[in-house]
């Protein structure tokens, strides 16, 4: 399964942007997909997810509420909308997938077994 993720750009604390991931092969009913995020000198640490079939969504808690997880079935696309974006917020945003994940697993990205190249969220102050 191949990953891409795009839609990371610049904006100012206070805006929105839509990252999308598409994957390369249709999801199975197992699928997993998430996102994680990778910020200047810190550990990559886990955004949200989705269950694709179910499509119940999980979130940390420095993103609730502010972050919605979604997908297009139809265009094989997970999205990550991203409003009231903060500083805090600025990272590399990497989308990971699984077909074989248990729910206490969700947020450990060492069991994720794909990966797409990460995408530049930089928010402004």
């Known amino acids: 399964v191949q990953l891409q993720a795009s839609g990371g750009g610049l904006v100012q604390a206070g805006g929105s942007l839509r990252l999308s991931c598409t994957a390369s092969?249709?999801?199975?009913?197992?699928?997993?997909m998430g996102w994680f995020r990778q910020a200047p000198g810190k550990k990559r640490e886990f955004v949200a997810a989705?269950?694709?079939?179910?499509?119940?969504?999980y979130y940390s808690d420095s993103v609730k509420g502010r972050f919605t997880i979604s997908r297009d079935n139809a265009k094989n696309t997970m999205y990550l909308q991203m409003n009231n974006l903060k500083p805090e917020d600025t990272a590399v945003y990497y989308c990971?997938?699984?077909?074989?994940?248990?729910?206490?697993?969700?947020?450990?990205?060492?069991?994720?077994?794909?990966w797409g190249q990460g995408t530049l969220v930089t928010v402004s102050s």
């Open positions: 990971a997938a699984d077909d074989r994940l248990i729910t206490s697993s969700i947020p450990n990205e060492a069991e994720y077994d794909y």
């Open positions: 092969v249709r999801s199975s009913s197992r699928r997993i």
């Open positions: 989705l269950n694709w079939s179910s499509r119940h969504s």
